[in-house]
């Protein structure tokens, strides 16, 4: 089991490479809730040109900031949300930190409804159960950690990147292609930029937990290699998946939209069947024991921010079980309609998370460059401060300037018909926050940096085996 949840990590247990970071976000985007997001762009009335285009712009920018912030892991060796307490302060972090759990678990929801089908499907039990089937194997993975997760995710890699090379060409390969379908006709460029928005808040919504799987990568690892492995594995694994599901919305809507994955599980032969469910299966397991990983990560956090406690095997496991039931129960409740809750819940997210990973990462490669007072960050008493007011009126304000400019079926801004439906929301909320947070800090003092190993041994729980005994787990 993993021996440290909110502590820094000393460079005696920093290990692996860059590389492994690849596997990671390939494995957690090669999987059928991105096939089902990438569907919205035929969804929403794109021609399947168009569409594929607009995921592709909206991956490869989004796919920036969700990436920058996996350069930040390796050079504080802390949680990405125990960062945040840097620009907050120690306690303003907890606003950001409860929209970040309400995103976990929404995520892990919608992901379980999914897994929960596959493995229903396969096996012939009852959805629920299946449902509740994949939450326990996530509960699993999560309790034993970092180094597990690493593996696993390894071989769910490999596994779902060739039965989807399969599929792929099953599916591109059919003769049911409707006439005409690659025909790029008209553009709408509301909807372009609509579907725009949606894939670059799917990269955006990982930022707040991509530093805790490069967090044990040692300390001299430079920027680039961490930030060009996550990047290429996520940004290449969702494109890939997103135009898979373009396609597969325009070959076949009605079936598609039923049941994306019984039509997937479909493209291949009957009597092979099972082995792709057991791939769509585990693509989702990927991504659901990073989102309770997560989940267990922000929640500890928070409360870390109002209690003093050592986070042991016991209370691990009950944070790990108490997120995966509230998620399974959502996912139980939510199974009906399942994809227009989910193209809002992706929307919705935007609106939030943009202005905070605008902040993050101005602060960390602008104002700070990359210097921080790591045992600051665990003192409420600290440099940083319990509330930092030039933070939040940054991150309010961006949020309030994306309001007009909102496109959503339960709010729609007043901006949205003069942009013919788009929603360029988040682009002025990344900017505005950017800049306001810029021209607050910049000539404010910024304290030294303070290294983080003279806190290490006093956080660790004693009781727990360290993880020194594998010297490279890339």
């Not at 168009?50 to 920058?68: S, T």
């Not at 306690?91 to 089908?117: E, Q, T």
């Not at 792929?168 to 790029?184: D, K």
């Not at 959503?408 to 926050?433: E, F, N, Q, R």
Request: aromatic share 12%; net charge neutral.
């Amino acid at each position: 089991m993993e021996r440290r949840a909110l502590e820094f990590v000393p460079e005696s247990e920093r290990h692996g490479r860059s590389r492994s970071l690849f596997t990671v976000w390939f494995a957690a985007n090669t999987q059928i809730t991105t096939i089902v997001t990438g569907a919205l762009g035929v969804v929403l009335g794109l021609p399947l040109p168009w569409a594929i285009l607009a995921l592709i712009v909206g991956n490869l920018f989004g796919g920036v900031f969700m990436a920058l912030h996996s350069a930040q892991g390796p050079k504080l060796g802390v949680p990405q949300m125990i960062q945040s307490r840097a620009q907050f302060g120690f306690l303003g972090a907890v606003i950001p930190l409860l929209l970040v759990i309400l995103m976990y678990l929404g995520f892990f929801a919608s992901s379980a409804v999914l897994g929960g089908s596959a493995l229903a499907a396969w096996t012939g039990m009852p959805q629920s159960a299946a449902v509740v089937a994949v939450a326990a194997v996530c509960v699993v993975l999560a309790l034993y950690g970092y180094r597990l997760i690493h593996q696993v995710e390894r071989w769910i890699s490999l596994l779902s990147g060739i039965g989807f090379v399969y599929l792929s060409y099953r599916l591109l390969t059919g003769n049911n292609h409707p006439a005409g379908m690659w025909h790029a006709g008209s553009l709408n460029w509301g909807t372009f930029l609509l579907v725009i928005s949606i894939a670059a808040t799917w990269q955006i919504t990982y930022a707040p937990y991509v530093a805790d799987y490069s967090r044990y990568l040692p300390s001299a690892t430079r920027v680039a290699p961490p930030f060009w492995w996550t990047y290429a594995g996520s940004v290449g694994a969702s494109i890939w998946m997103m135009s898979f599901g373009c396609v597969a919305a325009a070959v076949a809507p009605k079936a598609f939209g039923d049941n994306s994955v019984a039509f997937v599980v479909g493209l291949a032969p009957g009597s092979i069947s099972g082995l792709f469910y057991l791939v769509v299966v585990l693509g989702v397991l990927a991504v659901n024991v990073l989102n309770l990983y997560g989940a267990f990560m922000s929640t500890t956090t928070t409360l870390s921010a109002l209690l003093r406690f050592q986070v042991g095997p016991g209370l691990r496991a009950a944070f790990i079980l108490l997120a995966a039931t509230v998620g399974t129960v959502l996912a139980l409740v939510g199974q009906a309609h399942f994809l227009n809750t989910f193209e809002n819940f992706i929307l919705l997210l935007t609106y939030f998370l943009v202005p905070w990973t605008a902040i993050n990462l101005v602060d960390f490669y602008v104002i700070r460059r990359e210097q921080y007072d790591i045992p600051a960050l665990f003192d409420p008493a600290g440099c940083y401060g319990r509330f930092n007011w030039r933070t939040m009126v940054a991150y309010v304000v961006g949020v309030l300037v994306e309001v007009p400019f909102v496109s959503t079926t339960y709010y729609t801004g007043p901006m949205v018909a003069h942009l013919g439906g788009a929603d360029i929301s988040w682009l002025l909320g990344l900017a505005v926050s950017s800049a306001l947070y810029f021209a607050l800090m910049r000539n404010q003092p910024v304290p030294p940096a303070v290294a983080g190993d003279a806190i290490a041994l006093t956080t660790a729980p004693a009781a727990e085996t360290a993880l020194t005994a594998e010297p490279d787990h890339s």
